[in-house]
């Protein structure tokens, strides 16, 4: 089993696009044959307000699913090679977990 999780405490600026600032190709040796889940938080800021006695945060919703075959993954995709499999992270975000079998 293969976890990345991309973590971040604030979004990213907006200038900030793929290439050149994305996560670097994995190559793994065996068989990645599906997708066990892959997560993404999706955050709103509008409802936002500081709270100067409390610990307050952003809205979010979960977008999750589930066991995928590696071709239906919006996050990612495997390339498959002779000895090596090359992960390739296509749309891979701040927020974003994706688990590979």
Known sequence: MILVAYTAFSLPPAHFKRPPFSIRTVEV???VTKILFEGRLITSNSNYQRDEEF???LDCTLQW???L???KSQMVEVKK???LNRIEF???QPGDVVALA
């Open 69 to 71: 075959n590696t071709d």
């Open 65 to 67: 699913n589930e066991g």
């Open 81 to 83: 090679g002779n000895l």
């Open 29 to 31: 040796e065996g068989e």
């Open 55 to 57: 610990l307050t945060g």
């Open 90 to 92: 296509a749309d891979f």
